[in-house]
């Protein structure tokens, strides 16, 4: 139904700079708002950050003045730019987008298969 295309994660030496693609298609009515989570091993999965189709966005309190979150409408597509990259941001970044199927389907969410961030010391 809706499939969501991740691109951007690697390796990167501490104080750098990555910056997180997904794209979304197949049979999307809205998109409502996207978002990244990530998860370390051992850990949780854990937000990272959110914006909504009116552009409000929401950060977790470990990347707020390092990490910016946008978005183009028009694509379906959202954008993660990490900067001031530490080795404890290391983890799978996934997409998170949350959409209306239809008037009727409402209100689902449909997660990307995760990219890999790396982050040396």
């Known amino acids: 139904q809706v499939q969501l295309v991740e691109s951007g994660g690697g390796l990167v030496q501490a104080g750098g700079s990555l910056r997180l693609s997904c794209a979304a298609s197949g049979s999307i009515f809205r998109i409502n708002a996207m978002g990244w989570y990530r998860q370390a091993p051992g850990n949780q999965r854990e937000l990272v950050a959110t914006i909504t189709s009116g552009g409000t966005t929401t950060y977790a309190d470990s990347v707020k003045g390092r990490f910016t979150i946008s978005r183009d409408n028009a694509k379906s597509t959202v954008y993660l730019e990490m900067n001031s990259l530490k080795p404890e941001d290391t983890a799978v970044y996934y997409c998170?987008?949350?959409?209306?199927?239809?008037?009727?389907?409402?209100?689902?969410?449909?997660w990307g298969q995760g990219t890999q961030v790396t982050v040396s010391s």
């Open positions: 998170l987008c949350k959409a209306d199927l239809s008037i009727l389907i409402t209100r689902r969410d449909y």
